[in-house]
């Protein structure tokens, strides 16, 4: 009779663990992670010289599909020429297709409100002026490990402004992280 026993309490509790094995398995599948759709990441640029332009760029974004990302943020940026400095600032918001590969397209919108440099050397107080933008041009994401990309981006205005604030083609080298 103590053989019966002990046979059907190791019998059972054999299938017990089978069973919490099966809901652990289940709970696990269940608990990974989703990909990770929404990031942040920025933009940063410093040139020091006679020319001198300083600039910072954060921005959020979510991937919308596998192949593409959108997202914006404010930047300010802070110029100057032989000692006649200004300060810019505004906002950005774009669009990615990865089209193969690591390779995309980008389109982005930007909005500067800024001071005409021409317009500081003859007349010091003069007043600001506001820059809308439209960029599009190609870009290559690169992986640096994990979930952190680095990108870069040839963008050129196709908007004809009667300032135009950047010189074709604007280069953007940035990282992102997805959380």
């Given at each position: 009779?103590?053989?019966?026993?002990?046979?059907?309490?190791?019998?059972?509790?054999?299938?017990?663990?089978?069973?919490v094995a099966q809901d652990q398995s289940r709970y696990s599948r269940e608990m990974e992670a989703a990909p990770k759709r929404a990031f942040?990441?920025?933009?940063?640029?410093?040139?020091?010289?006679?020319?001198?332009?300083?600039?910072?760029?954060?921005?959020?974004?979510?991937?919308?599909?596998?192949?593409?990302?959108?997202?914006?943020g404010p930047f300010l940026q802070y110029a100057a020429y032989r000692r006649n400095g200004y300060l810019s600032y505004g906002g950005r918001v774009f669009a990615r297709q990865t089209v193969f590969s690591n390779f995309f397209a980008q389109a982005e919108y930007e909005y500067l409100d800024t001071?005409?440099?021409?317009?500081?050397?003859?007349?010091?107080?003069?007043?600001?002026?506001?820059?809308?933008?439209?960029?599009?041009?190609?870009?290559?994401?690169g992986g640096i490990g994990g979930r952190v990309k680095m990108h870069m981006a040839v963008l050129f205005n196709v908007l004809d402004n009667d300032f135009k604030p950047y010189r074709d083609p604007v280069i953007r080298i940035g990282f992102s992280r997805a959380f």
């Open positions: 009779m103590t053989l019966a026993c002990f046979l059907v309490l190791w019998l059972g509790s054999g299938s017990n663990n089978a069973l942040w990441g920025a933009n940063l640029g410093v040139l020091i010289g006679t020319y001198t332009n300083i600039g910072v760029a954060p921005y959020v974004g979510y991937r919308l599909t596998p192949t593409t990302d959108v997202g914006g001071e005409d440099p021409d317009a500081i050397v003859l007349e010091p107080d003069a007043g600001r002026i506001q820059v809308n933008s439209l960029f599009l041009g190609p870009g290559y994401y």
